[in-house]
């Protein structure tokens, strides 16, 4: 069968954010990736952009190279598109190609806001396309839908998560992502880390079927981190909360083992009390509780440095019991963080190589799409709407 023949928007030679060539490229390039995919185009934001792109990560002189997104979504040689540039341009480098019919691949987060993401899909169901959310296909949330589908805890009756953005610094931001602080872009440590975060919670657990929130500036000054890591006594005023608390019931899971169960989110950028996980995660049900434990909420890129233990608490037995996880063997052969990445990837060839069936697939073959990053936006458009809400009623009094 002919390789699915790639577009990559945003790999530069120069990016500030380098997710293009970290979390895609080595897939690409490896033997399992290349046994289904071929990289065949760059968009930049000039053609001498992408032929300095091309250059600087040897890639063939047959790849070709465009700095117009309309350019692109004419070339009928290429099948899929992944888009890697800046959230607040999403639309302008993917929406030509959408519309042209082809497959894409988004970063996460989708658009800017709701109504962007809406504008740009039609809120209609689109299965030729890959949404960056890639913690739903994580091992850890692939382990933990195992478990829970076993019984070993019977029905779910609550989950609590403590997540830390220990990404970034307390007091301090990068230059480079500067921007996290002006919620106007709509790429922040909410929309980035509480988000992604939150999806593999729900992949694993369903929906919130309403939910309450509070969030908090808690540091509206920072100070700016130069390109050596050096902080600086430049300062930047952020509009952007840091910290996120969310409770709310769930709805009723696919698996029918969790209802009327709560769930309690608490998010806070920066990084944890010194010595402690920056991700713990449990799931109560009636026969046993699950803990996970983490440095850092990244399970679907980063945290993987570190131990990620799974743990069940057998009220039965009153034993506590390691669950093991492991990567698929061609996985291992990829860098960390691009690892999770793959696993978006190869789902959709099997899909794409599969004749492209329509509908719902197993859960054991599904990955997250443009549609369902729709209704992710929708969920943080309504924290947000809270979050305006609670300020309005404080500048009351």
């Known amino acids: 069968m002919s ?52 250059a600087h990560f040897k890639l063939p002189p ?14 009928k040689d290429v099948d899929l598109v992944v888009c890697n540039t800046r959230v607040d341009t999403h639309v ?5 190609s959408l519309t042209a019919g082809k497959a894409v691949f988004i970063e996460w987060p989708l658009a800017e806001n709701y109504e962007a993401a809406l504008a740009l899909t039609g809120a209609r169901r689109i299965d030729h396309s890959i949404i960056g959310l890639q913690g739903r296909v994580s091992p850890i949330a692939l382990k933990l839908k195992e478990v829970l589908k076993s019984g070993r805890i019977g029905r779910v009756l609550s989950s609590d998560v403590r997540a830390f953005g220990n990404l970034g610094r307390r007091d ?107 991700f713990i995660w449990t799931i109560n049900g009636e026969k046993g509780e699950i803990m996970v434990t983490a440095n850092g909420a990244y399970i679907h890129s980063d945290s993987y440095k570190d131990p990620i233990d799974i743990k069940l608490h057998d009220h039965a037995t009153d034993e506590v019991v390691s669950i093991e996880w492991d990567w698929q063997e061609w996985q291992k052969e990829l860098p960390r963080r ?13 899909w794409w190589e599969d004749g492209k069936p329509a509908g719902n697939l197993p859960w054991e ?13 929708k969920e943080l458009e309504e924290l947000f709407r809270q979050y305006d809400a609670q300020n309005d009623v404080s500048n009351i009094f």
Not at 92 to 96: C, D, E, P, R
């Open 92 to 96: 302008l480098t993917s929406s030509a």
């Open 338 to 350: 691009s690892r999770v990445v793959a696993e978006l990837y190869e789902r959709f060839a099997h």
């Open 3 to 54: 390789p699915i023949r790639v577009a990559l928007i945003g790999l530069s030679a120069s990016a500030k954010v380098n997710w293009a060539e970290q979390g895609h490229l080595p897939y690409l390039h490896s033997a399992q990736g290349r046994s289904h995919y071929e990289l065949v185009a760059l968009l930049n934001s000039s053609v001498e952009a992408a032929v300095a792109a091309r």
């Open 172 to 278: 301090s931001v990068a230059e480079s992502v500067s921007y996290f602080t002006n919620k106007s872009v709509g790429g922040n440590h909410v929309t980035i880390a509480y988000a992604h975060t939150i999806d593999y919670v729900h992949e694993v657990l369903g929906e919130f079927d309403g939910f309450q929130s509070r969030m908090q500036i808690q540091r509206p000054v920072l100070k700016i981190r130069d390109q050596n890591g050096v902080t600086t006594d430049r300062e930047i005023h952020s509009d952007v909360p840091d910290l996120v608390i969310v409770h709310g019931k769930l709805a009723k899971g696919k698996a029918d083992i969790v209802e009327n169960a709560t769930l309690s989110f608490t998010f806070r950028s920066g990084h944890q009390f010194k010595g402690t996980p920056g």
């Open 62 to 75: 047959t790849v070709k190279t465009y700095g117009s997104p309309d350019d692109l979504a004419r070339d």
């Open 365 to 377: 073959k599904e990955w997250p799409r443009l549609h369902d990053a729709v209704v992710r936006m």
